[in-house]
């Protein structure tokens, strides 16, 4: 289940920021989200992301609205926060062998990363599959993600959670959120879908985020800096 986050960084060190700076403006650092789990491969790309796929997203029980709508979601949240350039290609526009593939969950065969890579000149090929999702009252969007390099298959990411505006920190986030959008409702319920989608995707995305530096640690007693410190304090009486 997800967390609330509030003044810390993300919660994955940014794999994809190591490569192309995924850090987000300052207004969108200030935004509400939540926090999601999330874990990234042990090294970089061997080469810089610069273009991503974002496939369509498949869905077991789903309305048919909310694949899309979280597509075009996280299509937007990759362009803002990291600046990859993105393509989202509706179902209809993938060739016949392509849609085939991600119905059967072969997508992330090297074969079909490879012919990816050529048709759309991507580095990168985001996969999500909509394992749950509420259609009435407060939305809830279970999510499994994988981003993969189509230039030679290796994981880069992958990130599986439930966001649930029935949870009281989640819906307190997302209320939050909505307004900052101009949503003035105060039931989580009311949100519009398109406004849940984007909350979403700016959580999960912001797990691509650089963990923030850890604070200086003090000098120890004797050390050069204390000394320099000292001696500093004694010249100046």
């Not at 192309?20 to 509400?32: F, I, K, N, T, V």
């Not at 989640?170 to 909505?178: D, M």
């Not at 949100?191 to 849940?196: G, I, K, Y």
């Amino acid at each position: 289940m997800a967390t609330s986050w509030t003044a810390r960084a993300g919660l994955a060190a940014g794999l994809l920021a190591l490569a192309c700076g995924c850090q987000g403006s300052a207004a969108e650092a200030a935004l509400p989200w939540i926090e999601v789990d999330g874990a990234r491969a042990p090294q970089p790309p061997h080469a810089p992301i610069g273009r991503v796929l974002v496939l369509p997203f498949t869905a077991t029980t789903a309305p048919p609205s909310h694949p899309a709508l979280l597509q075009s979601a996280f299509a937007q949240a990759l362009r803002a926060t990291c600046g990859f350039e993105v393509v989202a290609p509706e179902a209809t526009e993938l060739p016949r062998t392509t849609r085939e593939e991600l119905l059967a969950g072969r997508a992330r065969d090297i074969e079909s990363l490879i012919r990816l890579h050529r048709e759309w000149g991507c580095d990168a090929v985001l996969s999500g599959r909509l394992a749950s999702s509420r259609a009435h009252g407060e939305p809830s969007a279970g999510l499994e993600l994988t981003l993969v390099d189509a230039r030679d298959g290796t994981l880069l990411w992958t990130a599986r959670d439930v966001v649930d505006a029935r949870d009281p920190a989640t819906r307190a986030s997302l209320l939050a959120y909505g307004a900052q959008e101009g949503i003035t409702h105060s039931d989580a319920a009311q949100v519009p879908a398109e406004s849940f989608a984007r909350f979403v995707a700016l959580s999960f995305v912001r797990t691509l985020y650089p963990p923030p530096p850890p604070p200086p640690a003090p000098d120890a007693p004797g050390s050069p800096g204390e000394r320099a410190a000292d001696t500093a304090s004694t010249d100046g009486q």
